[in-house]
């Protein structure tokens, strides 16, 4: 009998003031290595925009890095560049 192994829960980020959870996708079996990130950002206008990706990644760190790129990507274009001062 295999018991299920805990999977790190969802990392709440927060980047330029916009609020995002992401979410992790697990495949079959105890890897710990997600296969896939939905991610939701918030707007200050209370909308919540979704990314998904689905790719391979090295380990757990790299999802997480992966899901914080997506959003300040995603961010920057909402808000336009920050300005380097």
């Known amino acids: ?4 192994v805990d ?5 709440v980020y927060k980047y330029r003031g916009v609020d995002s959870i992401i ?6 079996g105890n890897n710990q290595i ?11 206008d209370g909308a919540v925009h979704e990314i998904r990706e689905h790719a391979e990644h090295l380990s757990f ?4 890095n992966e899901g914080r790129l997506h959003v300040r990507n995603f961010v920057d274009k909402l808000l336009g560049q920050e300005s380097s001062v």
């Open 1 to 4: 009998m295999t018991l299920p």
């Open 7 to 11: 999977k790190p829960r969802p990392v």
């Open 23 to 28: 979410r992790f996708a697990w495949a079959a």
């Open 34 to 44: 997600p296969e896939a990130l939905r991610i939701d950002v918030k707007t200050a």
């Open 61 to 64: 760190e790299d999802a997480v």
